[in-house]
């Protein structure tokens, strides 16, 4: 098997999340100025319970199948690898039609004693199907990415975005006539397809691939043991993940309200949340597919430096990736700051572009906190960003309640809960990797290179805005000089080198030096 590192992997990912980012992006601007917020808006209503059944069925179990299995295969135990995918693909897929018939059943009790607005049935109802389909779907990843082949993940995710664009704005554009609530099934159903077709495509490249993984190796563990250690490293990801999407659907319910609180009506305040998470969170969380695809590389990676006790790789990998995270997240973030009235103007929500500009502030903490969470669970810490996450939590709602009922703050005061909770919960998950891995806090690389790089570039972008006429093609130009100046600027002062160059592929073979 060709040996891949972290940074490959995570390259292939970014490919394909930068991808699926750009057709999102597109995505989020034909919902926003077609189909509208308050659609979007019973959509994401919905999307957190969603999520939350969702976590339920796969329990954490894809990312313990990808560490596993990383494992394994560092000691050559082929044979038991193929037995860790078999054992959670059953589980998934009986947890996954269990939840999903339960939940669709129960659907009009749970929409009647949750949701402020019974119009989201539909929507519950259509989302339902799509945990069976996730929960499959997931095993395949969790097994790819145990391999570090992550390849099949890509691909997989771009055919599924493909196809949740195109069902997704067709079906909700044709359903609009019918009402907003029918426009937000027609998303509902755009996300159906497209799941379904990424399971097809992973299923697929399976079979075209697992006859070039060695069936030798002994079993390590019989199958109860195995099954044991699955859910010990899955049960604190779960209760991480289900605190976080709980949190989420709390703050799907408590945002709305507490707007109404401020003074908008119950439709006003229906489509400022939509605009946040449609527009806000999604300029946001664009820079993060760089983050995502490192933190799901990490995994496996730190895993495999663990299990061979090689612990001045886990130090280095540690350390590249924080670095990295920092090095892209910076220049993103400024371009959101800046640009924030042009680029939320794009979405048709103007209105929003204060609250984007508060969560750019502290947007590098968001980024951090995904990296870093990668980091933990690949060291075998899974309870440690759980811990963290209630303690950000325990910050961030009652500021969050206060703020957001306050006329002269109302969705300002979300913005500063949640950046308050991405300060706490990523200051937390690095003081954890250096006290775990012996990692040094290296404030030249960390802080004074990447800052030094981006306060010329926004330098650069205030005086080209003075003087250059104000179109597309001029922001694209704006954009591009402000991001050369920001790598010439780390190129000189050593925080980008050619090695780091080389590590890329499709890029690195072509750096002679």
């Known amino acids: 098997m060709p040996k891949r590192t972290f940074v490959y992997g995570a390259s292939i990912l970014l490919g394909a999340n930068l991808i699926n980012r750009i057709l999102g992006f597109i ?56 037995t860790i995918f078999h054992i959670s693909l059953i589980i998934l897929i009986i947890s996954g039609i269990t939840v999903s018939i339960g939940l669709y059943t129960l659907a009009p009790r749970l929409i009647d004693r949750i949701f402020p607005d019974p119009r989201v049935l539909n929507v519950f109802r259509v989302c339902t199907p799509a945990i069976i389909v996730v929960s499959i779907a997931s095993a395949f990843r969790g097994y790819f990415q145990g391999m570090q082949n992550m390849a099949p993940t890509a691909v997989s995710q771009i055919c599924e975005q493909i196809v949740r664009v195109f069902v997704g704005f067709s079906v ?40 070039a993984i060695p069936a030798e190796g002994r ?15 899955a049960i604190p990801v779960t209760l991480g993940r289900l605190l976080a999407t709980g949190l989420s659907s709390l703050e799907a319910v408590l945002i709305p309200l507490r707007l109404q609180a401020a003074g908008y009506s119950a439709g006003q305040a229906v489509t400022l949340f939509g605009q946040l998470g449609g527009s806000a969170f999604t300029l946001l969380t664009f820079p993060s597919v760089f983050t995502f695809a490192l933190s799901t590389s990490l995994v496996p990676a730190i895993a495999e430096a663990t299990a061979q006790q090689h612990y001045q790789v886990v130090r280095s990998r540690s350390f590249e990736a924080i670095r990295l995270t920092i090095l892209l997240g910076i220049p993103c973030l400024i371009v959101l700051f800046y640009f924030a009235y042009p680029l939320t103007a794009f979405f048709k929500s ?28 690949g060291l075998g810490k899974v309870q440690l960003p759980v811990i963290n996450s209630i303690i950000a939590a325990f910050f961030r709602i009652p500021v969050m309640y206060i703020l957001t009922g306050l006329p002269q703050w109302n969705i300002a005061g979300s913005a500063w809960s949640y950046v308050l909770g991405y300060v706490v919960m990523a200051v937390l998950n690095l003081a954890a990797i250096m006290h775990h891995t012996g990692l040094p806090l290296d404030l030249r690389h960390f802080i004074v290179q990447p800052i030094c790089a981006g306060f010329l570039m926004l330098i650069t972008f205030h005086l080209l805005s003075l003087f250059i006429i104000e179109n597309v093609f001029c922001f694209l130009a704006v954009l591009g000089i402000g991001f050369l100046v920001y790598a010439s600027t780390l190129k000189i002062n050593g925080a980008l080198t050619m090695t780091d160059l080389r590590k890329l592929p499709w890029i690195g073979k072509f750096i002679p030096f």
């Open 350 to 377: 103007s209105k929003i572009a204060p609250v984007l500009r508060i969560l750019a502030i502290g947007g590098i903490f968001t980024y951090l906190q995904q990296t870093t969470t990668g980091i933990l669970q």
């Open 27 to 82: 995505y989020q601007y034909l919902i926003m100025t077609h189909i509208g917020g308050e659609a979007y808006g019973l959509f994401t209503m919905v999307f957190p319970i969603y999520m939350m059944a969702l976590v339920l069925t796969t329990a954490g179990i894809p990312l313990a199948v990808s560490k596993m299995v990383s494992e394994e295969i560092s000691l050559g135990h082929y044979h038991q690898a193929k």
């Open 219 to 233: 079993l390590s563990m019989q199958p109860v043991q195995t099954l044991i250690k699955i859910w010990h490293l």
């Open 172 to 211: 909700a554009a044709s359903f609009l006539a019918k009402g907003v609530e029918w426009a937000a099934v027609g998303l509902a159903l755009g996300m159906f397809a497209g799941e379904s077709v990424g399971l097809i495509v992973i299923v697929i490249q399976y079979f075209f691939t697992k006859k």
